[in-house]
Every structure is written in C-alpha cells, then in structure tokens.
C-alpha cells in the first residue's frame, strides 16, 4: 500500500483513503471516476492556469442557476453525456421506438384533450396534423396509451418561457388511445430554436465554432399499463440542423416526414407510428 501521493500512483492513493464502511455502488462510480479524472489530467499535462480556468468557468455554471435555469444540464447535453446516459439506460429491441432525452420544458399535467383537437392555441405557425399508430412489438395496437405532447412555438419558445404572452397550455395536450391504438391531434409545425446561449456553456460552444440550435422537433412522451415509458422526439425532415443537433438528441429512425397537404385546414401533415417494449417482469 502506498501511503504518500505521487504523480505515478495519484489515483490510487487517493482511493487507498477511502473508509471500509461505503455503499458499493458509490465506492465503484468513485475510484471509476478518480481513475479516468486523473488519467485524464496526466494525458494532456493540465496547465495550472488552464484548471484555474475550469474552477472559474464551473464557478459560473453554479451562480448561473436558479429556480428556471439549469446551466449544468446545458453543459451535460452539450458534451454528449445527457444522450449517452440515456442511450445506456433505454436499450430497446431495433424495431422499438428509441428515446430521446426529455428536455427542460416538460410541464407535468397537461390537459387532456379528444382526439383530433388542436393544441396550438395562439393562432401562430404553420398547421399541421399529426397522427399515428401506438403499436406494441407484435404490430398490435395498443389501448389507452396516453401521449403527452408538447413543442416550441412559431417564434421558438415554448409558452414557459413567455408566461403572460403565451397562453396557457399554448401547444401541449394529452391524448389517450381507444382500442384500435391512433392518435391525432391539431398543431403547428415546429420550428428550430437555440438553446440558451448567454451563459458559460454558450460562451464554451462559441470558443468551440459550434451553434446553439436544436433541430425542429415535437416532443412526446408515452405511457401505458404494462410499457416501458417512452420519451422522445420526432424530428421535422427538412430541417437544417438535423446533422448537428447541439445536444446530439437526432437518432435518425425519429426524422418524421412533414407532407404538404393541400387541404384548407391545414398545411402539413405528420404521421409517425410508435413501438412500445413491454416493461420487463422482475
């Protein structure tokens, strides 16, 4: 046992310290965590100033956050880690649809509306109906799954961030399948947006060459007796960003075609069916 720090032996040393009495799960995520932390530093020589830099920028990640602003979160999808810790925790059979991760402006409780009505309630975008099938991995339908959905507005925002200039519940709703598994529903089609940019993280992707924007997108998380919960989303084809997401969330069995329809009631049209994995006995 080594008793002394040493560059040679920094990581172990400082695991050495830890007490016999430690949960198992903790003891492992931290001498994993301690082992790459330092071998990290050792790889690319850290410069003193250069983790001076770092206690700063984390400093400022910390008194960017409050009650409405998760600045840490944003450094967490930016780097890739929010995907891949989803991607770890939702393996699926292929033919399952793939989740996503849910994003910072999901509000618990949205009404609950009938089939076919429309969500968007502020009179702004381009209509678009969207429909689909919620399947199980059988190709059955499945009854009384309900569909949380929820997207941006016209302008890019979603109506939490404009309280006040939003109406309520401004394109969100919750739809429940009958017996034959459909759902339909009344929006807009969604439009890309930046995720905020005028802190820390935003100043890291600009030092960095990379945008702030997300891909257009319709959010929807799916629940039903006997599922595993889905949360994703499904992607406008034609978007731009598609390929360069900044928070890697595109998996391309999401990308939804976006039809021109040439009805007065609506402009577009997106159908997507969905494939839920039953939840696994224990």
Same mark, same amino acid.
């Given at each position: 046992m080594i008793d002394f720090f040493t560059e040679s032996h920094s990581a172990q040393v400082v695991n050495s310290r830890m007490?016999?009495?430690?949960?198992?799960?903790?003891?492992?995520?931290?001498?994993?965590?301690?082992?790459?932390?330092?071998?990290?530093?050792?790889?690319?020589?850290?410069?003193?100033?250069?983790?001076?830099?770092?206690?700063?920028?984390?400093?400022?990640?910390?008194?960017?956050?409050?009650?409405?602003?998760?600045?840490?979160?944003?450094?967490?999808?930016?780097?890739?880690?929010?995907?891949?810790?989803?991607?770890?925790?939702?393996?699926?059979?292929?033919?399952?649809?793939?989740? #996503?991760?849910?994003?910072?402006?999901?509000?618990?409780?949205?009404?609950?509306?009938?089939?076919?009505?429309?969500?968007?309630?502020?009179?702004?975008?381009?209509?678009?109906?969207?429909?689909? #099938?919620?399947?199980?991995?059988?190709?059955?339908?499945?009854?009384?799954?309900?569909?949380?959905?929820?997207?941006?507005?016209?302008?890019?925002?979603?109506?939490?961030?404009q309280t006040g200039i939003q109406p309520t519940w401004n394109n969100r709703g919750r739809f429940v399948t009958a017996a034959d598994g459909k759902y339909r529903f009344q929006g807009i089609k969604p439009v890309s947006y930046p995720i905020p940019d005028d802190g820390p993280v935003g100043q890291l992707l600009a030092r960095l060459g990379r945008h702030p924007w997300r891909p257009a997108h319709m959010h929807f998380l799916l629940t039903a007796p006997g599922y595993e919960r889905i949360v994703t989303h499904t992607f406008v084809n034609d978007d731009p960003y598609l390929t360069s997401d900044t928070v890697f969330g595109v998996k391309e069995s999401l990308i939804q075609n976006f039809a021109p329809t040439p009805t007065e009631s609506t402009k577009w049209k997106a159908q997507f069916d969905f494939v839920m994995h039953q939840e696994a006995s224990e």
């Open positions: 007490g016999p009495v430690v949960e198992p799960r903790l003891r492992m995520v931290m001498e994993s965590l301690i082992k790459h932390l330092h071998v990290f530093v050792k790889d690319i020589e850290l410069k003193q100033e250069e983790w001076d830099s770092a206690i700063e920028f984390l400093t400022q990640c910390g008194q960017m956050c409050s009650a409405n602003r998760q600045e840490f979160i944003l450094l967490s999808d930016i780097l890739g880690v929010s995907m891949l810790v989803d991607a770890i925790n939702h393996r699926r059979p292929p033919q399952a649809t793939e989740n #996503t991760v849910l994003g910072p402006f999901h509000v618990d409780n949205a009404p609950i509306r009938e089939y076919g009505a429309a969500i968007s309630l502020d009179g702004k975008g381009e209509s678009c109906l969207f429909e689909g #099938t919620v399947k199980d991995l059988f190709g059955q339908p499945i009854e009384g799954a309900t569909l949380d959905v929820w997207s941006d507005n016209a302008d890019g925002f979603y109506d939490v961030q």
